[in-house]
């Protein structure tokens, strides 16, 4: 029922910048989170940063001051802008939004994953 499509992935040098893109499409009562998680072959997904529709962003040590976070609410999209880019900083990104659906009782919380964008740092 939701769709999450990701752009913005690529190949750059190392100390290059990209900028990743969000948007969710579909029937949405009300967006939860959105935010970007990274993961290597081998290893497990981790977080890289999100954004809580009524919270404070929150970074993962390792991308702090390095990369940003935003919302546009409007269209219910999020951007993950990557700076200083580091070979280490070149798995998969995934989008991801928590949502809140109105259900036979109540309100009922998902969670909803892209299908994954590339980045590749070359040194």
């Known amino acids: 029922q939701v769709q999450l499509v990701e752009s913005g992935g690529g190949s750059v040098w190392a100390g290059g910048s990209l900028r990743l893109s969000c948007a969710a499409s579909g029937v949405i009562f009300r967006i939860k989170t959105m935010g970007w998680y990274r993961q290597a072959q081998g290893k497990q997904r981790e977080l890289v940063a999100a954004i809580p529709t009524d919270g404070d962003t929150n970074y993962a040590d390792s991308v702090k001051g390095r990369i940003t976070i935003s919302r546009d609410t409007a269209n219910n999209a999020v951007y993950l802008a990557m700076n200083s880019l580091k070979p280490e900083d070149a798995p998969a990104y995934y989008c991801?939004?928590?949502?809140?659906?109105?259900?036979?009782?109540?309100?009922?919380?998902?969670?909803?994953w892209g299908r994954g964008t590339q980045v590749t740092v070359s040194s």
């Open positions: 991801k939004v928590t949502t809140a659906e109105v259900g036979l009782h109540g309100l009922v919380g998902y969670a909803f």
